[in-house]
């Protein structure tokens, strides 16, 4: 079992940044490439970022892309988003995500259907 807690979702405004972090628990950390999704209302659940274990892949969604980046802390267990030139169609309540992998697959998956372990999920509202 691995257990996801994000935290640092809020209130942001048109333009502005957040950072969102999640936090890791259970088994082995580097096991798990890690990805964001994010789901607003009425809406499925879409892809917005992947890391795998090394950090050497990394792949955004192109709504987010030149945004948003997505950093992985191994020691810590952790996997940031940092959100700048926030626009109100960012908001979201926004799921880490964790898919275990072999050390040497290097794909992302972007399906939600390829990620075992979701944690709760953390508000996002952008102001315009």
């Known amino acids: 079992q691995v257990q996801l807690v994000e935290s640092g979702g809020g209130l942001g405004q048109a333009g502005g940044s957040l950072t969102l972090s999640c936090a890791a628990s259970?088994?082995?950390?580097?096991?798990?490439?890690m990805g964001w999704f994010r789901q607003a209302p009425g809406k499925e659940r879409e892809f917005v970022a992947a890391?795998?274990?090394?950090?050497?892949?990394?792949h955004y969604a192109d709504s987010v892309k030149g945004r948003f980046t997505i950093s992985r802390d191994n020691d810590k267990r952790l996997v940031n988003l940092q959100m700048n030139s926030l626009k109100p169609e960012d908001t979201a309540v926004y799921y880490c995500?964790?898919?275990?992998?072999?050390?040497?697959?290097?794909?992302?998956?972007?399906?939600?259907?390829?990620?075992?372990?979701w944690g709760q999920g953390t508000q996002v509202t952008v102001s315009s």
């Open positions: 259970g088994r082995t950390f580097i096991d798990y490439a």
């Open positions: 995500a964790a898919e275990k992998k072999s050390l040497f697959d290097f794909v992302i998956t972007t399906t939600p259907g390829g990620y075992e372990y």
């Open positions: 890391i795998t274990w090394s950090s050497s892949t990394i």
